[in-house]
């Protein structure tokens, strides 16, 4: 299993230009994305089980599926 440290950076620096934070508790993680200027938040997803992110791989498709979602309602509210 990656450290936690070592998970969350790696979702964190995947949603650039926009900012991340990646916290975990008992082992679930919260990421919220959210707009560096504005504070807005674009993506807030809870309950995230680290059970299964053992590997960089494992969190790379995890950030492209939240980036899919992420896009999807941006189109959603565009309109």
Known sequence: MLPISVLCNIVESGFAPLSCECTESLGLL?????????RRVELL??????????????????VGELRTKLKAGRRIFAG
């Open 30 to 38: 919260r990421i919220e994305v959210y707009d560096p200027v504005t």
């Open 45 to 62: 997803v809870s309950g995230v089980s680290t059970a299964e992110l053992t590997s960089v791989r494992a969190v790379s498709d995890l």
